[in-house]
């Protein structure tokens, strides 16, 4: 029997809410083969992260080796990556197995304000990750954030956004607007020609951790069976807003979402 297969390359979450754990959770939910390739350990739980471990760059190229050589990946996607070495090495690795379909989560901080990526560690990613992703999904700060301005307050000033990072050189863009402050939950995928809305209920929860590791996971789910990116974000976008709907209410901090909503 043959099965789609997603590699995730990011960071673990001891608390199995977000990183590696809300990935492969959501690889297993939506059909597909979840592998992954630990960038570095983080103890967690619902009331934030206690410490941050990054494995050593040997480690993490060993992993992807291991995966790539053999069993090969579908789609992959990546998530916290820490620093600009990691960045730099998981690059070149994307490059010599010349991966397809891959999906950039440009995780920055953790809700709670630990850091998942250095400072320093941002040029890395436009000049490095960018180029070669098929999809970068950042949310309104990391818009802001990969840009140098202001947080996006309206949806003209995400498509604006939108435009401005798919200049940087992926394939496409999925501005995630979450963090609007009224309104519905309006997403934006940016094609390099036009925008497509994505729209859904803003639903009222505080458990909202890992939301958009599942959703970037999801993405690469879908593109990994051969979607098309429309569908596979629109899957996607679906399956987010269930997982936050559903979301679990467990330890006395902020909830994960539930990923087998
Ligand atoms: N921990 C890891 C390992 C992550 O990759 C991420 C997000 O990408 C987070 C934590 C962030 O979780 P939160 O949704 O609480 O900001």
Redesign the pocket.
Known sequence: MTIPKVLTI????S?G??????DLKTFQELDTFGMSAIT?L?A?NTL??HGVYPQTIEAIEAQIDAVLSDIGADAIKT??LFSADIIKLVARKLRQYEAKNIVV?P?M????G?T?LQNEATEALIHELLPIATVVTPNLPEAAKLLGIKEMETIEEMEAAARDIYKLGPSYVVLKGGHLKNGPAVDLLFDGERSYLLETERIDTKH??????TY?AAIAAELSKGKAIKEAVHVAKQFITEAIRHSLSIGSG?G?TNHHA
Do not use: E, F, R, W
Not at 109 to 112: M, T
Not at 208 to 213: F, K, P, R, S, V
């Open positions: 990011a960071g673990s979450d608390g809410g977000a990183g590696i754990q809300a570095a983080t967690q934030g992260v998530g916290m989560d995780v901080v953790a809700k709670g630990a998942l909202t951790h890992g939301t958009g590791c970037a902020i994960p």
